[in-house]
């Protein structure tokens, strides 16, 4: 069986989300669009509760988890030219406040365990850190495969290339994550940079 394969999407709290009811819009326009495109198994959006350790500079408090129904999609689903619009109108809506910049410029795409997406939970429990980092019984562990510049949060033709790089702990600062509907853990997880807990915002 192939391995799972996963874009995490990480992106800040900007001026233009509330009152601009980005929540909503993540429930009504965002999450179903992104649900349609062929390729995707299924795609989540998640706002961030609680953190403990160190987030990656600049920081985040959203996220979205996109998984793929093959590794072998990811060039297909990522250059999707209806999905390239959809978030090129997402940066004029909602903005980046300039370019994206740290961990918020890239999405990192993860090779899991074969089996597809896990059961899809109302909180989650995500840490990350290294090799090193041990996944707790019930969670899912993933290791970094690629970064992926955002080319859409760009100027046409200015995205950084190659347009999928080399694994490396830049902007996430981890090469490693677990996630899984568990108990907060008390303390940091050995070999864990930080873990946070989430509430998911959609699909509601």
């Given at each position: 069986?192939?391995?799972?394969?996963?874009?995490?999407?990480?992106?800040?709290?900007?001026?233009?989300?509330?009152?601009?009811?980005?929540?909503?819009?993540?429930?009504?326009?965002?999450?179903?669009?992104?649900?349609?495109?062929?390729?995707?198994?299924?795609?989540?959006?998640?706002?961030?509760?609680?953190?403990?350790?160190?987030?990656?500079?600049?920081?985040?408090?959203?996220?979205?988890l996109l998984w793929l129904d093959?590794?072998?999609?990811?060039?297909?689903?990522?250059?999707?030219?209806?999905?390239?619009?959809?978030?090129?109108?997402?940066?004029?809506?909602?903005?980046?406040?300039?370019?994206?910049?740290?961990?918020?410029?890239?999405?990192?795409?993860?090779?899991?365990?074969?089996?597809?997406?896990?059961?899809?939970?109302?909180?989650?429990?995500?840490?990350?850190?290294?090799?090193?980092?041990?996944?707790?019984?019930?969670?899912?562990?993933?290791d970094l495969e690629a970064v992926?510049?955002?080319?859409?949060?760009?100027?046409?033709?200015?995205?950084?290339?190659?347009?999928?790089q080399p694994a490396q702990p830049?902007?996430?600062?981890?090469?490693?994550?677990?996630?899984?509907?568990?108990?907060?853990?008390?303390?940091?997880?050995?070999?864990?940079?930080?873990?946070?807990?989430?509430?998911?915002?959609?699909?509601?």
């Amino acid at each position: 069986m192939t391995a799972t394969a996963l874009i995490l999407l990480t992106y800040r709290d900007l001026p233009s989300f509330e009152p601009g009811g980005y929540a909503r819009f993540l429930v009504e326009e965002d999450n179903p669009f992104f649900n349609s495109i062929p390729g995707i198994a299924r795609y989540e959006n998640w706002r961030v509760a609680e953190t403990m350790g160190t987030l990656p500079d600049p920081g985040f408090e959203w996220f979205d988890l996109l998984w793929l129904d093959a590794a072998e999609a990811l060039e297909r689903v990522w250059f999707n030219a209806d999905l390239t619009a959809f978030r090129r109108g997402w940066v004029a809506r909602w903005g980046y406040g300039g370019l994206p910049s740290g961990v918020n410029a890239e999405g990192s795409l993860f090779l899991c365990p074969p089996g597809g997406p896990p059961p899809l939970a109302q909180r989650l429990v995500m840490a990350a850190g290294g090799r090193g980092l041990e996944a707790p019984a019930g969670s899912l562990c993933c290791d970094l495969e690629a970064v992926l510049p955002k080319h859409y949060a760009w100027p046409e033709g200015d995205a950084p290339r190659p347009w999928r790089q080399p694994a490396q702990p830049a902007g996430l600062g981890a090469t490693r994550l677990w996630l899984g509907d568990l108990p907060a853990p008390a303390a940091l997880p050995a070999g864990a940079n930080f873990v946070l807990t989430a509430e998911r915002v959609a699909p509601a």
